[in-house]
Nanobody
Framework: QVQLVESGGGLVQPGGSLRLSCAAS????????MGWYRQAPGNKRELLAI???????DHADSVKGRFTISRDNAKNMVFLQMNSLKPEDTAIYYC?????????????WGQGTQVTVSS
């Protein structure tokens, strides 16, 4: 199996920054794309950013210029640097990974980490 564990969430004031981390572990051959999503109460899960295994990146318009995704392939980790945070960024943040194992592709999700932006 494959596990994804997020960390780095918490309470931050408007205008502040946080850096989320997500580590993948378990039995797999390779990780293809990795991504960050968020879900606020009453809202659908929203894609924020994705990064391919060769570092092709795409960010959602809602966070472009404020959030930056990156990854460390050697450590099977993906990061989300969040700057200029706003109250509307408050949500549970999830990472995912498209993993190849047993000759097939699977998508795995982390358990989520809470980000609260409030003064």
């Amino acid at each position: 199996q494959v596990q994804l564990v997020e960390s780095g969430g918490g309470l931050v004031q408007p205008g502040g920054s946080l850096r989320l981390s997500c580590a993948a572990s378990g039995s797999f051959h390779s990780i293809n794309s990795m991504g960050w999503y968020r879900q606020a109460p009453g809202n659908k899960r929203e894609l924020l950013a994705i990064i391919s295994s060769d570092d092709r990146i795409d960010h959602a318009d809602s966070v472009k210029g404020r959030f930056t995704i990156s990854r460390d392939n050697a450590k099977n980790m993906v990061f989300l640097q969040m700057n200029s945070l706003k109250p509307e960024d408050t949500a549970i943040y999830y990472c995912n990974a498209d993993v190849r194992r047993l000759g097939l592709d699977f998508r795995y999700w982390g358990q989520g980490t809470q980000v609260t932006v409030s003064s």
